[in-house]
């Protein structure tokens, strides 16, 4: 299978983006459909996009058993060959059962990982409602066994700290459960769900000095309080907010800052696969502060309701 895909990611063309997927689905009756992507300036085709449609045309209805995945180059962009929303949807209906994508890696043909289908689709579901879990016991319940004991515990910790100075806190991205199925292959690799945990806080406080210096206390506080004796928080200097989607919406006066913070040692990328030792450090902060809401999440997660309310 290993060497197949590499057949195919040789194949593929990716002149405006550089990454290339192969994909070999397996039907029920054992057939192997391949894909790979094919990046044109008038449209762009995902591998699993091709694979079905050349199955469609053999048998209308046809079952998948298995799909198997690769992209090229390094590693970690074995995030890259999760099917997007758009080939998630394309696969479900072709779904009996809950069939697994198997991953590989470029340069490593013995190492594989695997996610069910449904899980992928899971993770860009949008919540209905924005859910309210501000008391602990709910908040237990709600992440037990998906957030570790350590995150759970900070981030509870957290919104204790800072709830007189702040409005409202949100988790958001992957550590509530939602924003893109990438970090679900991170708890193959390293044991957790998500790589970083995402944090909105806002205040009636426009002064941005003021709100960096609140939270940077509150999170060392924090760990400090859950016992790390972090002394110092490091955070990145210049205020970032690099996204894919639209950068200069942030640009407005509800929004402060997005921030990561961090003490030595916390986890901050994802390389496999000697991930594993930081298992149990906190995972490290990034922040969005603003006035608003809206003005502080990214438009996306807002619409897909993919954030969770703590205060
Ligand atoms: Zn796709």
């Avoid at 990438?182 to 709100?211: C, H, Q, R, W």
Wanted: aromatic share 10%; proline share 4%.
């Amino acid at each position: 299978m290993h060497e197949q895909l590499i057949k195919l990611i040789k194949k593929a063309q990716a002149p405006l983006t550089s990454r290339k997927v192969g994909c070999i689905l397996i039907t029920k009756e054992n057939k192997l459909y391949e894909g790979y992507n094919v990046e044109k300036e008038e449209r762009i085709l995902h591998a699993e996009d091709i694979a079905v449609s050349k199955a469609r045309k053999d048998k209308e209805d046809f079952k998948i058993k298995e799909i198997h995945l690769m992209a090229n180059g390094k590693p970690e962009n074995v995030k890259r060959a999760i099917p997007c929303e758009n080939c998630s949807k394309i696969l479900q209906p072709h779904s009996q059962e809950d069939f697994k994508a198997v991953f590989y890696f470029f340069d490593d043909s013995k190492k594989t990982y695997s996610l069910n289908l449904s899980n992928i689709i899971n993770a860009y579901t949008s919540f209905n409602e924005i859910p309210l879990i501000s008391d602990s016991k709910r908040f237990d319940k709600y992440f037990k066994g998906y957030l570790t004991e350590i995150d759970q515990k900070f981030i509870l910790e957290f919104v204790n700290q800072i709830k007189s100075m702040c409005n409202e806190i949100y988790l958001t991205g992957s550590a509530c459960k939602r924003g893109s199925p990438k970090p679900l292959l991170a708890k193959e690799i390293m044991g957790k769900s998500y790589l970083d945990i995402d944090l909105i806080t806002l205040f009636s406080n426009k002064n941005k000095e003021e709100v960096n210096k609140i939270i940077k206390k509150s999170i060392l506080k924090s760990l400090n309080n859950i016992g790390f004796s972090f002394k110092e928080l490091f955070e990145k200097d210049e205020i970032s907010y690099i996204l894919e989607e639209d950068p200069t919406s942030k640009d407005s006066e509800g929004f402060l800052f997005r921030k990561f913070y961090w003490a030595k040692g916390m986890q901050l990328t994802i390389s496999p696969p000697d991930y594993k030792k930081n298992l149990l450090m906190p995972s490290s902060i990034d922040m969005s502060a603003g006035i608003n809401l809206k003005e502080t999440i990214t438009k996306k997660y807002l619409d897909k309701k993919w954030l969770v309310r703590l205060l």
